[in-house]
């Protein structure tokens, strides 16, 4: 446990924007992101038209500083939600959204981006239409190790990680019974 909480202590992406950042060199993870976007809107499409929450919580596994990438796919989840609600007749919905990295990563730059963010969101799903409506979206840091338990008990409707479950080193228990 000790060597697990120093590593958690001095594993971290460079903070900030600036040019050798993790929110500038992150050129891969943004492809990648690319390439599976259809996979997951078709996901938390799905999803939604089963279960149809009032809230919807989301969960970003590694999020590290790079507010693109973790905001990014955010944004595409809640846009394939909001297309999926309207087609349905449904009315607004809150979203939570957990940003998860280790202790020591800059959650303060994706922080300082929510605003852009919200704005960013209102503006792809309401356009110039006032009679749109989007439900609030409440946004919350949860720093820990992804080895151990992040949230409580069937608070995750959908968790995404890109690039961080290449550090597992095995399932994690009960993972294989859901």
Same mark, same amino acid.
């Given at each position: 446990?000790?060597?697990?909480?120093?590593?958690?202590?001095?594993?971290?992406?460079? /903070?900030?924007?600036? /040019?050798?950042?993790? $929110?500038?060199?992150?050129? #891969?993870?943004?492809?990648?992101?690319?390439?599976?976007?259809?996979?997951?809107? /078709?996901?938390?499409?799905?999803?939604?038209?089963?279960?149809? @929450?009032?809230? #919807?919580?989301?969960?970003?596994?590694?999020?590290? =500083?790079?507010?693109?990438?973790?905001?990014?796919?955010?944004?595409?989840?809640?846009? $394939?939600?909001?297309?999926?609600?309207?087609?349905?007749?449904?009315?607004?919905? /809150?979203?939570?959204?957990?940003?998860? *990295?280790? @202790?020591?990563? *800059?959650?303060?730059?994706?922080?300082?981006?929510?605003?852009?963010?919200?704005?960013?969101?209102?503006?792809? #799903?309401?356009?110039?239409?006032?009679?749109?409506?989007?439900?609030?979206?409440?946004?919350?840091?949860? @720093?820990? =190790?992804?080895?151990?338990?992040?949230? =409580?008990?069937? =608070?995750?409707?959908?968790?995404?990680?890109?690039?961080?479950?290449?550090?597992?080193?095995?399932? @994690?228990?009960?993972?294989?019974?859901?």
């Amino acid at each position: 446990r000790e060597m697990t909480n120093a590593v958690n202590q001095v594993l971290r992406m460079k /903070e900030g924007t600036g /040019e050798s950042s993790y $929110a500038t060199s992150s050129y #891969i993870q943004k492809q990648v992101l690319s390439l599976t976007k259809s996979i997951k809107e /078709e996901a938390i499409r799905e999803f939604y038209s089963r279960q149809r @929450p009032k809230i #919807i919580s989301i969960a970003d596994l590694g999020c590290s =500083s790079a507010e693109l990438n973790t905001l990014g796919v955010v944004s595409e989840l809640i846009v $394939a939600i909001e297309v999926a609600r309207r087609q349905l007749g449904d009315g607004p919905r /809150e979203y939570h959204v957990c940003l998860n *990295d280790l @202790p020591g990563n *800059d959650f303060n730059t994706v922080f300082r981006s929510l605003t852009k963010f919200e704005e960013k969101l209102k503006k792809e #799903i309401m356009g110039s239409d006032d009679e749109k409506e989007l439900g609030h979206c409440f946004v919350s840091g949860v @720093p820990g =190790s992804f080895y151990g338990r992040l949230f =409580s008990t069937n =608070s995750m409707h959908f968790v995404h990680s890109s690039y961080s479950l290449m550090w597992l080193s095995q399932v @994690p228990q009960g993972a294989e019974e859901n």
